[in-house]
């Protein structure tokens, strides 16, 4: 049976993270994957996630299951963290899944199963498996026009145009913050836009929100979800705690999904235990209990909000870092979009061509579409990537 299988097309940025990872290169600097990284370029432990787990490790008393869709205490207070009061908790189907790819898979099972006819809009470009997993899932999809290259900034007018011709019932994808892999993301104003035309059309928000805490702030970076989800009736929202939290490995994530009403709700509520069911029965938990164990105790919240602060203002430190190295070599502000753009992520509008250069000549790994994860900088490498921006003639 196995010789009916076929190649398929490796993720690039998984394929990225190998290649960097063989390359012999003692001065190499990794820009691919989106994973926080500090100064001496580790992935730290969060302090409150290693208290929790001391915690945990001494009062746990079982293993045994918890339920379909999780801990429901995991799934409170996630979705508080995510949505604040922005909506009653009457009207919230709440399932645990292993991490924030999980959660979209399983809204995206869940449109499948409500409305197998359903197209997905997504932002052009996206994170590529947003369109892999659809494709995965044999579903309908198209793009709305996101990101202007030129001007490296939201192209807004593009995509309310595009988005005008969303149907009844269709599934609009978002980055709730931190677009991957642009770095450009809608202001508040716009989010209100959205808004109206999604309700204007009928139609309903997907939101991933992987980076909360990554852009302006948790909840300042929540406030185009808690817009969306208090103006419409339905949404989804896919929730990740793998980088605010630290806990990539451990994958945990939840779904949200918003219903009018509370009969809608229970059935969604139980639709999403079926799919849980199906895919894998009860989602992992150790990850989930540490998040609810740290949300729920304030000092515990407190430290892992101030530590989530540092990274932030490391990431935003480095920003401005960049685009002043690159306005002296360059004596313009060409990239100044450096420094405005949010999260991990920035699309620097590099051809394949010197992208591919700058890793042959300067060992600088990014995404072939040229986005680069700004946490993977610190000072010393500063210059190098400018120098080799520079010299690639970006
Ligand atoms: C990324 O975009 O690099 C991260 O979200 C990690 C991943 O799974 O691709």
């Given amino acids: 049976m196995f010789e009916h299988l076929h190649e398929l097309p ?50 746990e008393t079982t293993k045994t299951y ?25 009207r919230l189907a709440l399932a645990a899944q292993p991490g924030g790819t999980g959660a979209i898979h399983q809204a995206l099972e869940l449109i499948r199963m409500a409305t197998p006819d359903a197209t997905v809009w997504l932002s ?26 030129e001007n490296r900034a939201v192209d807004f007018a593009g995509m309310m145009e595009d988005l005008a011709g969303v149907k009844t019932g269709d599934v609009v994808l978002l980055h709730g913050a931190c677009h991957n892999p642009t770095g450009a993301n809608l202001t508040l104003p716009q989010w209100d836009e959205v808004a109206t035309l999604l309700e204007e059309k009928g139609a309903v928000p997907l939101i991933d929100i992987a980076y909360q805490g990554f852009g302006d702030g948790l909840e300042e970076d929540a406030a185009g979800t808690r817009l969306i989800a208090a103006r419409l009736p ?40 079926h799919l ?17 164990m740290i949300l729920d105790d304030p000092a515990l919240r407190a430290d892992w909000a101030g530590e989530l602060e ?16 690159l306005r002296s070599r360059t004596g313009s502000d060409r990239f100044g979009f450096i420094a405005e753009h949010r999260g991990m992520f920035s699309r620097i ?20 579409d040229s986005r680069m994860n700004i946490a993977g900088l610190n000072e010393r490498t500063i210059d190098i990537l400018a120098d080799a921006i520079v010299d690639a003639g970006v």
Avoid at 10 to 16: E, T, V
Avoid at 70 to 89: C, Q, R, Y
Avoid at 255 to 268: E, F, R
Wanted: charged share 25%.
């Fill in 66 to 90: 918890t339920a379909l869709a999780g801990d429901p205490a995991f799934g409170k207070a996630l979705s508080g963290l995510v949505l604040g009061d922005a909506v009653e908790d009457s």
């Fill in 234 to 273: 339905e949404a989804m929202i896919a929730a990740s705690c793998s980088k605010n939290f630290g806990l990539y490995r451990e994958r945990t994530g939840l779904l949200i999904a918003m219903a009018p009403n509370a009969k809608s709700t229970a059935l969604t509520q139980q639709s999403l235990a």
């Fill in 349 to 368: 509008g590099a051809t394949p061509e010197q992208v591919a250069y700058m890793r042959e000549k300067h060992a600088i790994y990014m995404v072939a």
């Fill in 10 to 59: 490796a993720d690039k940025i998984i394929a990225l993270m190998a290649e960097f990872r063989a390359d012999p290169r003692e001065n190499k600097v990794d820009l691919g994957v989106g994973v926080y990284k500090d100064a001496s370029g580790n992935t730290p432990v969060m302090r409150a996630v290693k208290e929790a787990e001391k915690q945990l490790w001494e009062r």
């Fill in 276 to 292: 849980n069911r199906q895919n894998f029965s009860f989602p992992p938990d150790h990850g989930a209990r540490l998040v609810q």
């Fill in 310 to 325: 540092d990274v932030r203002k490391s990431m935003l430190n480095l920003r401005t870092k960049l685009a002043d190295a």
């Fill in 124 to 149: 052009a470009p996206t994170w590529p498996n947003h369109p892999s997993i659809i494709r995965h899932l044999g579903m309908k999809m198209t793009e709305y026009r996101y990101f202007d290259d």
